[in-house]
């Protein structure tokens, strides 16, 4: 699909799960700002799962009576929405830079980023949308920023993620 296509399903979930999130944000390639979208992606938090998943749940029916989820785990979530693939990706707050870095991408660029923290942390990894030192120490990220000095680098701008 094009990318105004996405953005504006994008646009329109996310109208929907703004009062059931205390923070919903567009994610993967239309996030990038790709011309082709093939999947749309979002990344949320939210203080109530199960309301979440009750009124998304209703209001996926009433869009469509046929409506069959493909996942729906506790933190993520896969469905079509006016005919388009959704990945629903639910952080905490304390590893929302890492979620939202991570489902952003590209697939390389996040490899190269979590590279990077085994580098730097001299055999760190991520496990669970955390990062942790080898020790197995959680290390937080509450924004996409703390990622990237945790890693050594500036910041880059989402369409410049290759």
Same mark, same amino acid.
């Given at each position: 699909?094009?990318?105004?296509?996405?953005?504006?399903?994008?646009?329109?979930?996310?109208?929907?799960?703004?009062?059931?999130?205390?923070?919903?944000?567009?994610?993967?390639?239309?996030?990038?700002?790709?011309?082709?979208?093939?999947?749309?992606?979002?990344?949320?938090?939210?203080?109530?799962?199960?309301? $979440?998943?009750?009124?998304? @749940? /209703?209001?996926? &029916?009433?869009?469509?009576? +046929?409506?069959?989820?493909?996942?729906? !785990?506790? %933190?993520?979530?896969?469905?079509?929405?006016?005919?388009?693939?959704?990945?629903?990706?639910?952080?905490?707050?304390?590893?929302?830079?890492?979620?939202?870095?991570?489902?952003?991408?590209?697939?390389?660029?996040?490899?190269?980023?979590?590279?990077?923290?085994?580098?730097?942390?001299?055999?760190?990894?991520?496990?669970?949308?955390? $990062?942790?030192?080898?020790? @197995? /120490?959680?290390? &937080?990220?509450?924004?996409? +920023?703390?990622?990237?000095?945790?890693? !050594?680098? %500036?910041?880059?701008?989402?369409?410049?993620?290759?």
């Amino acid at each position: 699909m094009l990318l105004t296509e996405a953005k504006d399903t994008a646009n329109r979930l996310i109208d929907f799960l703004k009062p059931l999130c205390t923070k919903v944000e567009i994610a993967g390639s239309v996030r990038r700002e790709k011309e082709n979208v093939k999947d749309i992606e979002i990344c949320l938090l939210t203080d109530n799962k199960k309301k $979440l998943f009750n009124s998304l @749940g /209703t209001h996926l &029916l009433k869009v469509n009576k +046929e409506f069959k989820p493909t996942k729906w !785990g506790q %933190k993520y979530l896969q469905f079509k929405y006016e005919g388009k693939q959704i990945d629903l990706f639910i952080g905490e707050p304390d590893n929302w830079g890492l979620l939202f870095l991570v489902r952003t991408g590209s697939a390389q660029f996040s490899t190269k980023m979590l590279a990077a923290w085994k580098r730097v942390s001299r055999g760190g990894y991520s496990e669970n949308n955390y $990062l942790h030192k080898p020790d @197995g /120490t959680v290390i &937080l990220t509450p924004d996409e +920023e703390t990622v990237f000095k945790l890693c !050594g680098m %500036k910041f880059v701008e989402p369409k410049l993620r290759l």
